[in-house]
C-alpha cells in the first residue's frame, strides 16, 4: 500500500496546479487529507480537482482520488491555496537570498 505522505503529496501537487490555472501563481496555506481505503500500489488511480476562488488572494480547493475503473474513493482532500504578491522572492527566500543579494 501507498504511504500516506504520498497520497498528500499527489493532493497537493494536483489541487495546487489547479488552484494556479484560476489565477495567479498560489502557494498551499492549507490542506486536509481524509484516507479512506488503502492505496494499492501498481495500480492507476485517478485524480480530480475543482476550486472556487474564496476573496482576491484565496482559492478553496477540493480533491479526490479514486481507483481507475471504479467509484471507489481512496482518499479525499480540501485546502486553501494564497496567491503571491512576490513569486520571485517567495523563491529566492526558500533557497536562502533575498531580493537585496543577501543570502
Do not use: K
Not at 496555506?29 to 484516507?35: D, G, I, P
Not at 488572494?57 to 471504479?70: D, I, P, S
Request: aromatic share 8%; charged share 20%.
Amino acid at each position: 500500500m501507498a504511504h500516506g505522505g504520498w497520497t498528500a503529496w499527489v493532493f497537493d501537487e494536483f489541487l495546487g496546479y489547479a488552484a494556479n490555472a484560476l489565477s495567479s501563481w498560489a502557494v498551499t496555506a492549507e490542506l486536509t487529507v481524509r484516507y479512506r481505503r488503502p492505496v494499492p500500489i501498481g495500480t492507476r488511480v485517478v485524480v480530480t480537482a475543482q476550486g472556487t476562488l474564496a476573496g482576491e488572494q484565496r482559492r478553496l480547493m477540493r480533491g479526490e482520488m479514486r481507483l481507475a475503473g471504479t467509484e471507489t474513493v481512496l482518499a479525499s482532500a480540501e485546502g486553501i491555496w494564497v496567491e503571491l504578491a512576490d513569486v520571485d522572492g517567495h523563491y529566492d527566500r526558500a533557497v536562502g537570498c533575498l531580493a537585496d543579494g543577501r543570502c
